[in-house]
């Protein structure tokens, strides 16, 4: 299948600092890739989606300046947490598709654990 | 986005079958069923998918009510690797944003 893949896998930051989390589609274009959020014990919260050449769109109660998303080119999506509080540790997960290789799933990263102290 | 609602959590012995149900009742006729499961600190893994049609893949099977109110994810024989959030979500044509429910934590028991 797909893959896609995001870096850093971990990262720990001090708390005001910002954070950037790289999200890449491998071996196809994604024009849409999508960001989630996870907390322990918790499902994935859909954040925001990340389209290629335009803005982002946020889903409700996300903070689009805090979340800063960028998608500048078809296998390239980051998300850059900024200003980084404790209460924005958590796991980060990126998907996209690619809809002219395969079948009608998404793929997903393998995530990014950020803890911010 | 149609809701779907599944147990918590599951357990199953080894070798063994496991079904895991889905139900959806407020499924629209475009609407395909899809199934993903979480490891521990990994992301979400495509599992299998259908629109009205049984689906079998190397992993499982999907089987679908005749109304497609539920569906049933078929892990054939459990493996202690199978253990996982087991995710149904039901995804629109034309797109590929997901909404996750609480998913079934299964338990695989050696």
């Known amino acids: 299948g797909a893959v896609v893949s995001q870096h850093p896998s971990w990262v720990i930051c001090k708390s005001g600092t910002s954070v950037k989390i790289e999200c890449r589609s491998l071996d196809f274009q994604a024009t849409t890739m999508f960001w989630y959020r996870q907390f322990p014990k918790q499902s994935l919260m859909l954040m925001a989606t990340?389209?290629?050449?335009?803005?982002?769109?946020?889903e409700q109660g996300v903070e689009k300046d805090k979340f800063l998303i960028n998608h500048a080119s078809l296998t390239l999506s980051t998300l850059t947490v900024t200003s980084a509080h404790p209460e924005d540790s958590s796991f980060y997960i990126c998907?996209?598709?690619?809809?002219?290789?395969?079948?009608?799933?998404?793929?997903f990263g393998q995530g990014t654990r950020l803890t911010v102290v | 986005d149609a809701k779907t609602t599944q147990p918590n959590s599951m357990e199953s012995n080894e070798e063994e079958p496991v079904h895991l149900p889905c139900n959806h009742s407020t499924i629209s006729g475009t609407d395909y069923i899809h199934w993903y499961r979480q490891l521990p600190s990994q992301g979400p893994e495509y599992v299998i998918h259908?629109?009205?049609s049984n689906v079998n893949n190397r992993m499982a099977s999907l089987a679908i009510a005749e109304d497609r109110k539920s569906s049933t994810l078929i892990l054939h024989r459990a493996t202690l690797r199978d253990a996982a959030v087991y995710y149904c979500?039901?995804?629109?044509?034309?797109?590929?944003?997901?909404?996750f429910g609480t998913g079934t934590r299964l338990k695989v028991l050696a």
């Open positions: 259908g629109l009205t």
């Open positions: 998907s996209a598709s690619a809809p002219d290789r395969v079948g009608t799933e998404a793929f």
């Open positions: 979500i039901l995804k629109g044509p034309g797109t590929y944003k997901y909404i």
């Open positions: 990340s389209n290629e050449g335009s803005k982002a769109t946020y």
